[in-house]
């Protein structure tokens, strides 16, 4: 039972361009949702957040877009950079979940020079 | 620098061992979490506390313990290894009221 659903494995984008990664969930719950950021042998690192009552929030080159009707949320960055190339999380949690996060399988975002 | 820190990166044991991975804090946070990373399935909470000596299960629970003895540490125990406990462990915290974790750098666990 994938509460928080990353369907794409991986994700490649040629530098300057825009990437868009997606996340979908099913739990009509979860009011806050996060992005995370993994390079290898390293723990997960916050990106960006956006609670329910926002459909978009920015941040510098990050920006995470809500769109509770569908139960989507996508994350766009632009221009994107090589050090960007890392597994993205997306997280989602309950008001009621005790800061619990629900995390999705990860994207594999690699950015070609 | 604020951390989490997990003692061992790399880990070996043998089937049946009783295991033990720790995380200790140094940020003064009130929550811990306990994850495992798998291919395919992201990041799976296996445990946390909210306060010392207080634990709640996960998702997935089940072939382990936890012991929040002091705020600062937060113990997975592996009661009885087995072959599918093979994973990447992240250890995390946070504040009351943020969802901000701040995440160790894992340990991976192999069990022959």
């Known amino acids: 039972d994938q509460q928080v659903k990353q369907n794409s494995p991986s994700l490649s984008v040629q530098e300057g361009r825009i990437s868009i990664l997606n996340c979908d969930y099913t739990n009509s719950m979860f009011d806050y949702f996060l992005w995370y950021k993994k390079y290898p042998a390293e723990g997960p690192t916050f990106l960006i957040s956006?609670?329910?009552?926002?459909d978009k929030n920015e941040d510098g080159r990050f920006t995470v877009f809500l769109n509770k009707s569908a139960k989507h949320l996508s994350l766009h960055i632009v221009p994107s950079q090589p050090g960007d190339s890392a597994v993205y999380f997306c997280a989602a949690s309950a008001i009621q979940g005790a800061q619990k996060l629900v995390f999705g399988q990860g994207t594999r975002l690699t950015i070609n020079p | 620098d604020v951390k989490v820190t997990q003692s061992s990166r790399y880990l070996v044991k043998r089937t049946g061992e009783k295991v033990f991975l720790e995380c200790v804090q140094d940020?003064?946070?009130?929550?811990m979490f306990w994850y495992r990373q798998d291919p395919g399935l992201g990041l799976r909470l296996i445990y946390f506390s909210y306060d010392v000596k207080m634990k709640e299960k996960g998702d997935i629970p089940e072939g382990y313990s936890v012991s929040r003895e002091k705020k600062e540490r937060f113990s997975l125990i592996l009661e009885s290894a087995s072959t599918n406990q093979t994973s990447m462990y992240l250890c995390a915290s946070s504040l009351v009221q943020n969802y901000g974790y701040t995440f160790g750098s894992g340990t991976r666990l192999t069990v022959v």
């Open positions: 956006i609670s329910s009552i926002k």
């Open positions: 940020m003064d946070h009130e929550n």
